[in-house]
């Protein structure tokens, strides 16, 4: 690769690493064409990415990013997985590892948070961005809905007991 080449990849590797909510380090030794395809897919539809980059190049990017720590993890075949939604590239990464046994999670980060291996998939288990906004909104509408139920419950009961009282006189 030419130097020139090579400083692009560097500069396009050290933008990604800082604007990154997570970043997930893996073996993919062994892994086919069509694995490697179906993986990117699955990264792609999650809002994440899965890129190969040379070691050397992939540890000069990460410095000076907040992610610096994670260096050590780029030895032998790694890919990295990134995804801005702090959850989203560690949830695919494992899932796909639980499928297949190819794919080996080595670590990652979450913002400046360097993880072990266990951290990631910690990490996978946490609901995402998206789910936590729609629990939020659920938890803020739930009391409305309640305090709604109760204001009618009142109002309901009072209509019950005129309509027995008008039954009973017409009868």
Same mark, same amino acid.
């Given at each position: 690769?030419?130097? #020139?080449? $090579?400083?692009?990849?560097? +500069?396009?590797?050290?933008?990604? !690493?800082?604007?990154?909510?997570?970043?997930? %380090?893996?073996?993919?030794?062994?892994?086919?064409?069509?694995?490697?395809?179906?993986?990117?897919?699955?990264?792609?539809?999650?809002?994440?990415?899965?890129?190969?980059?040379?070691?050397?190049?992939?540890?000069? #990017?990460? $410095?000076?990013?907040?992610? +610096?720590?994670?260096?050590?993890? !780029?030895?032998?075949?790694?890919?990295?997985? %990134?995804?801005?939604?702090?959850?989203?590239?560690?949830?695919?990464?494992?899932?796909y590892a639980k499928d297949n046994d190819k794919l080996v999670i080595l670590g990652g980060s979450v913002g400046a948070t360097a993880l072990d291996a266990n951290g990631v998939k910690a990490l996978a288990t946490l609901p995402s961005l998206d789910e936590l906004r729609g629990k939020i909104v659920g938890l803020l509408v739930a009391p409305a809905t309640k305090i709604a139920g109760i204001v009618q419950a009142p109002a309901g009961q009072l209509a019950r007991v005129i309509g027995a009282y008008s039954q009973k006189d017409a009868a």
């Open positions: 690769m030419e130097k #020139a080449k $090579k400083a692009e990849v560097v +500069e396009d590797l050290n933008t990604v !690493f800082s604007k990154a909510g997570s970043v997930v %380090v893996a073996h993919y030794s062994g892994m086919t064409v069509a694995q490697m395809s179906d993986l990117r897919a699955r990264m792609g539809a999650a809002g994440a990415s899965f890129r190969v980059a040379k070691n050397r190049l992939a540890v000069r #990017a990460l $410095k000076g990013t907040p992610i +610096e720590g994670i260096s050590h993890l !780029f030895k032998g075949p790694t890919g990295i997985a %990134v995804s801005d939604d702090p959850v989203a590239a560690s949830k695919v990464a494992a899932a």
